[in-house]
């Protein structure tokens, strides 16, 4: 992304906002975690993954307090531990 230009990246983004995903979520058949930081100003969490985790059946939300949208680096050791967690079969 850091290569693309800013015309690409524009419209990636609005396109990805413009799209409606609710079928293709409501197929997914397989657990789903969804992980999202409450302070999140980019992804606001009631506009994304609390209206996805309705759609996904067998799906869960996790949500970190106090956290924004770069969740890799400022909770890098509880967000591995709960993707491991999750991979592992635990709840």
Same mark, same amino acid.
């Given at each position: 992304?850091?290569?693309?230009? $800013?015309r690409?990246? $524009? !419209?990636?983004? #609005?396109?990805?906002? !413009? +799209?409606?995903?609710?079928? &293709?979520?409501?197929?997914? +058949?397989?657990?789903? @975690? /969804?992980?999202? =930081?409450?302070? !999140?100003?980019?992804?606001?969490?009631?506009?994304?993954?609390? #209206?996805?985790? &309705?759609?996904?059946?067998?799906? #869960? @939300?996790?949500?970190? &307090?106090?956290?924004?949208? =770069? /969740?890799?680096?400022?909770? #890098?050791?509880? @967000?591995? +531990?709960? @993707?491991? !967690?999750?991979?592992? =079969?635990?709840p």
């Open positions: 992304m850091q290569r693309a230009s $800013f690409a990246v $524009f !419209d990636v983004n #609005r396109a990805q906002m !413009d +799209a409606d995903w609710r079928e &293709e979520m409501r197929a997914i +058949a397989v657990p789903t @975690l /969804l992980i999202h =930081g409450d302070a !999140d100003a980019s992804i606001p969490l009631d506009l994304s993954s609390r #209206r996805t985790v &309705e759609l996904i059946a067998n799906s #869960r @939300l996790e949500v970190y &307090e106090n956290a924004d949208h =770069g /969740l890799y680096v400022t909770h #890098r050791a509880r @967000l591995s +531990a709960d @993707l491991l !967690d999750f991979c592992q =079969g635990n």
